[in-house]
């Protein structure tokens, strides 16, 4: 469950913000997971109840929503627009490795026009907080 | 009210509570012998009963589990990555991932994986965690002072006037940036050697050259075994530089 | 109908109709030799009546200008800049225009400036250009295949596993790119030293091993002069292979 | 006059955007020159002149308006905007090296607010075609 520390880190920077803006708690944290790492979402709702911090943290009663971002690729070179075919058949230990550095796709992924693996992951890399809410205090 | 976060950078500075110093060896230059007075730096912390951790940030051409005959094959993981239990230290590397394949990163590819690892390696409580730098001043360099200002600078470079002209634009980076820097290290030096460039250097930026590593015939055939590393002429003219460096 | 387009690329077609054939020297790790191997080819190529230019790519650690002895400050610009004529070839570097300062580079402005370097340079008619790139594989490898589709690598390794392991990876990328590969050349070989890892290495990917250059006691002191570079054991043992490549 | 060669850049690439979209002739070429680079309007305006082709071309009538992009800087650390002012104190070599070569700017300044030379380029660069128009073909 590498997972716990990038929900850590989700909480910590919830909590970060919350402090730079004044907030007294967060309501809504939302969460978007990149298909590229496989982190399902259960998973990931796991992790962030494992980590959250308890009753009197401003991160406490925050609704965390996770949902997925389909990988989106884009070819340098060529142009062409691809990526979740290539990355749904990722298996074993490629998958694995793209699990823990998305970036690592490079290894094992070209562009089914030109080749290429000089592509940009334009969409669905990886943990990203899409948006944080929250009241009270001078930043509600 | 905020958008497209990334929750990484946020982490880092907990994840290296539990670490008492950085130390990256740097040049700017490649092959001056970064990855292997990093390697054995750490070799001889844990010689000298330190808890040290070595992180290999050549992204794209790591080579410490090679100096360190480590398994390749991913780390175990629990609360986040653990690194690597190898030879009295703990070892974590691109390589782990990667196995012996290629993977061409760009810049940005570069400053992801770097913040990846940083945000999911639990490195526990270290005396040092000591990072073997790419070369060039790229992104690494740059990101290493963004995210880790208080890391301080171990810089190596030969005697090749080839080698100090890259190394003094490192120098003048890490200048620039104010960033630490312990002194300068010099690496394969021969015997019959007495050029004063690598000191000349060191003075030119008010640092401290401190001392010399003799190019060793027997480095190569030690690579991968650990207690055969340490037992290089290599180490041993490294050893006072580490004691300095892990006391310090 | 079209927005925000950058005009460079259109351009580099151009600026190399005249240039027969380009020539990367590559090596994914850094301090293998090359810009030994790139800067000597070139005055190889000078020397056998070859028009040959010489384009330091390592844009954050360039070293050419040291090893040929040539004079910085900005190149002469008509009709765009024109690469310095020095010791019978024409040559350019980022050095030119950046002296002794430093500049650290993320990708994008690695790219950048590649792309400017190739839009506004002029270099006439050439038989070959020689390309000495950085180490890694980061942008400048991705930008040569993407701007230079054509380029030819000339790999460089050392005996060392360290340099074996970063050229492995090298390979695999120009192998994946399905880029021109000239061949593997093996430097720095002790006289005493008889192994094998270049030549396996070479064999691996299917590619010829082109020769062995001696690790040259007085390439140091030769730097900077070029005849006496070409004067080296070391220069002596790339003849051949500057032959081959400038001749096929 | 180094900016001819950019100038045949500009002129080439709507050339090829020409031929790609099928238009018989490129009416107008808005060019955008970043202040870093320092190259005037005048200049750039006298050098498309030297080198657009005659008569005949798709791009002869071609009106090619130039205007100067502001430079804008952002300090990655801190956040900070600056540029103009910093640009502007270049001197001699320096504002040289960066006629040729914007990048080289990272050599020379630096962030007013935390001393960091990691810093981006927003803004203001050097020569960027803002859009091209034509008539004519199937493309108009
Ligand atoms: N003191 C030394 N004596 C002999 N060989 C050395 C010495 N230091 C480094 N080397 C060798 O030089 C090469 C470059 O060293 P490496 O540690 O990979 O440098 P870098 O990490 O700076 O690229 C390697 O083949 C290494 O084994
Ligand atoms: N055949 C050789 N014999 C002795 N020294 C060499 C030889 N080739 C390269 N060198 C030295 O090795 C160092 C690295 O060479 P360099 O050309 O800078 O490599 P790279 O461009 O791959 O980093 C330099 O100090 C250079 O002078
Ligand atoms: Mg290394
Ligand atoms: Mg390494
Ligand atoms: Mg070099
Ligand atoms: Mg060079
Ligand atoms: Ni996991
Ligand atoms: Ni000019
Ligand atoms: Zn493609
Ligand atoms: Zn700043």
Redesign the pocket.
């Known amino acids: 469950m590498h997972e716990l520390a990038l929900a850590e880190a989700v909480l910590s920077a919830a909590r970060e913000v919350a402090e730079r803006e004044g907030l007294e708690r967060v309501t809504k944290v939302a969460v978007r997971l990149g298909a590229l790492q496989r982190i399902s979402v259960p998973t990931f709702e796991f992790c962030v109840n494992e980590v959250r911090p308890g009753a009197g943290s401003k991160l406490a009663e925050a609704d965390v929503q996770v949902e997925i971002e389909p990988v989106e690729l884009a070819c340098r070179p060529c142009g062409r627009h691809f990526g979740i075919e290539q990355a749904n058949a990722l298996e074993g230990d490629r998958a694995e490795a793209v699990h823990f550095i998305p970036e690592l796709v490079h290894a094992f992924i070209a562009c089914p026009d030109c080749a290429s693996v000089d592509f940009e992951v334009v969409k669905g890399r990886g943990v990203l907080i899409a948006s944080i809410e929250g009241e009270g205090g001078h930043g509600a | 009210m905020v958008h497209d976060l990334d929750p990484r950078p946020s982490v880092i500075r907990d994840r290296l509570s539990g670490v008492a110093r950085v130390v990256c060896?740097s040049?700017g230059?490649?092959?001056?012998?970064?990855?292997?007075?990093?390697?054995t730096l750490a070799l001889l912390g844990a010689e000298q009963g330190m808890a040290v951790g070595l992180l290999d940030l050549?992204l794209t051409?790591p080579?410490d589990h090679v100096?360190l005959g480590a398994r390749l094959g991913f780390p175990s993981e629990e609360y986040g990555i653990d690194p690597e239990r190898h030879a009295g230290i703990s070892f974590l590397s691109v390589a782990h991932f990667l196995g012996m394949d290629a993977a061409a990163l760009r810049g940005g590819d570069v400053t992801n994986t770097l913040l990846e690892l940083l945000a999911i390696a639990r490195w526990g409580a270290l005396d040092a965690l000591v990072i073997?730098m790419p070369?060039g001043l790229g992104d690494t360099a740059l990101d290493v002072h963004r995210y880790l200002p208080k890391a301080a600078h171990l810089v190596?470079s030969t005697p090749s006037r080839l080698a100090c002209e890259s190394v003094r634009r490192c120098l003048s980076l890490l200048s620039k940036q104010g960033a630490p820097v312990l002194g300068v290290v010099e690496?394969?030096?021969a015997k019959a050697d007495d050029s004063t460039e690598v000191a000349e250097l060191a003075a030119a930026f008010g640092l401290r050259h401190l001392g010399s590593?003799?190019?060793?015939?027997d480095?190569?055939s030690a690579?991968g075994t650990p207690e055969r590393v340490r037992a290089t002429a290599?180490a041993s003219?490294l050893r006072p530089i580490a004691t300095e460096i892990f006391g310090s």
């Open positions: 060896v040049a230059k490649g092959g001056v012998g970064k990855s292997s007075v990093a390697s050549d051409g080579t100096i073997d070369p190596v690496n394969m030096k590593l003799p190019r060793d015939p480095l190569e690579l290599f003219a």
